[in-house]
């Protein structure tokens, strides 16, 4: 269920929040990413401390790493140490993208980001569904066992399967594969009411339906496309919608131009696999009220640390001496205990693992007051204001 709070006059944005079954969710809101049910380098305490109300953790991955053992899983709540958690699930539809063309193109989904190496295509999409191919052989994922996968592991929110396409993709394969996402939508619906032979929920007297399942809008960079399947699932009985697939660097607030005027207002909408400082406001701005990405965790384990002027690398040279905190007035633990960039610099030159756990630390915290202070904005009804002061001072 979703509450809209306060609506933004001179923008889309609005504040809510979003409950669930194990806790609620204040929007505009950021998902920290445990793709194997685990927020790498830190512990589900370091985590709520650091302000995390929301948590997204991957479907395909934990299908393909549990396996049989899948059917005795505990649910994700118990797994990851998060009883009040709010927990999402993406639905594999970005592997089908990144085993897929994402190799066979060599590009990330946001084009213009970096070129990679093209390599073999490990998909093989079929009405059906789609075959993955790896060194055991070929698996096959469709929407309805997709949807069974979803509710064993038993997020709150969970994800319709689609087929995310490459933003190299033309018009004629974009339309070929919003065709297919639009069926497996109605297929991930119609398994959604099948009741459901193991639920932890239900044995605990609560209510299965209590997993609220978002559609997936795609329709790569094409307008007429991008408006169809908004149009097409905004009509179906989803709880809320996820904006997936391709973006130009810069069409990203184009996009969500076209899409969101055409999903009901009242249902929370998701952007998936977005999280860069820009595109949290620029999606806010367009409506947005949830997103899920890697760089507060993974650019952490790797040096990379935010702050209010933008990214630094602390494994740079030029912070050796450096005896501040990542950021002065920074209310999370590394910064309140006083760890300063030159000793997180020599933990990573010793490859110190604490020094991924000190920055993830940061870095979570970081993006959830950011969060924070973007709802504070839109309730006061200064979002814009917030959004251009904060973005002049980054560097
Ligand atoms: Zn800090």
Same mark, same amino acid.
């Given at each position: 269920?979703?509450?809209?709070?306060?609506?933004?006059?001179?923008?889309?944005?609005?504040?809510?929040?979003?409950?669930?079954?194990?806790?609620?969710?204040?929007?505009?809101?950021?998902?920290?990413?445990?793709?194997?049910?685990?927020?790498?380098?830190?512990?589900?305490?370091?985590?709520?401390?650091?302000?995390?109300?929301?948590?997204?953790?991957?479907?395909?991955?934990?299908?393909?790493?549990?396996?049989?053992?899948?059917? #005795?899983?505990?649910?994700?709540?118990?797994?990851?140490?998060?009883?009040?958690?709010?927990?999402?699930?993406?639905?594999?539809?970005?592997?089908?993208?990144?085993?897929?063309?994402?190799?066979?193109?060599?590009?990330?989904?946001?084009?213009?980001?970096?070129?990679?190496?093209?390599?073999?295509?490990?998909?093989?999409?079929?009405?059906?569904?789609?075959?993955?191919?790896?060194?055991?052989?070929?698996?096959?994922?469709?929407?309805?066992?997709?949807?069974?996968?979803?509710?064993?592991?038993?997020?709150?929110?969970?994800?319709?399967?689609?087929? @995310?396409?490459?933003?190299?993709?033309?018009?004629? $394969?974009?339309?070929?594969?919003?065709?297919?996402?639009?069926?497996?939508?109605?297929? @991930?619906?119609?398994?959604?009411?099948?009741?459901?032979? $193991?639920?932890?929920?239900?044995?605990?007297?609560?209510?299965?339906?209590?997993?609220?399942?978002?559609?997936?809008?795609?329709?790569?960079?094409?307008?007429?496309?991008?408006?169809?399947?908004?149009?097409?699932?905004?009509?179906?009985?989803?709880?809320?919608?996820?904006?997936?697939?391709?973006?130009?660097?810069?069409?990203?607030?184009?996009?969500?131009?076209?899409?969101?005027?055409? #999903?009901?207002?009242?249902?929370?909408?998701?952007?998936?696999?977005?999280?860069?400082?820009?595109?949290?406001?620029?999606?806010?701005?367009?409506?947005?009220?949830?997103?899920?990405?890697?760089?507060?965790?993974?650019?952490?384990?790797?040096?990379?640390?935010?702050?209010?002027?933008?990214?630094?690398? #602390?494994?740079?040279?030029?912070?050796?001496?450096?005896?501040?905190?990542?950021?002065?007035? @920074?209310? @999370?633990?590394?910064?309140?205990?006083?760890?300063?960039?030159?000793?997180?610099?020599?933990?990573?030159?010793?490859?110190?693992?604490?020094?991924?756990?000190?920055?993830?630390?940061?870095?979570?915290?970081?993006?959830?007051?950011?969060?924070?202070?973007?709802?504070?904005?839109?309730?006061?009804?200064?979002?814009?204001?917030?959004?251009?002061?904060? #973005?002049?001072?980054?560097?």
């Amino acid at each position: 269920m979703f509450d809209i709070l306060q609506k933004d006059k001179n923008s889309r944005a609005r504040a809510g929040v979003i409950h669930t079954s194990h806790g609620t969710v204040e929007t505009p809101s950021y998902a920290i990413v445990g793709t194997h049910a685990e927020v790498r380098a830190i512990s589900p305490r370091e985590l709520l401390d650091a302000k995390t109300q929301l948590v997204i953790a991957n479907t395909y991955h934990l299908w393909r790493t549990l396996g049989e053992k899948l059917d #005795l899983f505990e649910g994700l709540h118990e797994r990851m140490k998060l009883p009040d958690t709010v927990i999402m699930t993406d639905s594999g539809g970005f592997q089908v993208f990144s085993f897929g063309f994402g190799r066979e193109h060599g590009v990330g989904k946001v084009l213009g980001g970096e070129k990679k190496k093209a390599s073999d295509n490990l998909t093989r999409i079929t009405e059906e569904g789609v075959f993955f191919t790896n060194e055991e052989g070929e698996h096959f994922l469709g929407p309805k066992l997709s949807m069974e996968i979803q509710k064993k592991l038993g997020a709150d929110i969970i994800f319709a399967f689609d087929e @995310c396409t490459s933003p190299e993709h033309d018009y004629a $394969y974009q339309k070929e594969a919003l065709g297919r996402t639009h069926r497996w939508a109605n297929v @991930c619906l119609k398994s959604h009411e099948i009741p459901f032979s $193991y639920s932890r929920e239900l044995e605990n007297g609560k209510a299965r339906d209590e997993q609220m399942l978002y559609g997936i809008v795609q329709g790569g960079m094409f307008e007429d496309l991008r408006k169809e399947s908004a149009k097409y699932i905004g009509a179906l009985p989803f709880d809320g919608f996820g904006i997936g697939g391709s973006f130009g660097e810069k069409k990203m607030g184009e996009v969500l131009g076209w899409v969101i005027p055409y #999903l009901p207002e009242e249902k929370p909408r998701h952007l998936l696999g977005i999280g860069k400082i820009e595109d949290l406001f620029l999606g806010v701005e367009n409506g947005i009220d949830t997103f899920d990405c890697v760089i507060p965790t993974r650019e952490a384990r790797h040096g990379g640390a935010w702050t209010a002027k933008g990214r630094i690398d #602390l494994k740079k040279n030029k912070f050796k001496d450096d005896g501040e905190v990542i950021e002065n007035g @920074c209310g @999370c633990e590394t910064c309140t205990a006083g760890i300063t960039r030159h000793q997180l610099r020599e933990m990573y030159k010793l490859k110190d693992l604490r020094a991924g756990t000190s920055v993830t630390i940061h870095n979570v915290y970081f993006f959830n007051t950011l969060m924070g202070r973007i709802r504070e904005a839109i309730q006061n009804g200064n979002f814009l204001e917030f959004k251009d002061r904060f #973005l002049s001072q980054m560097r």
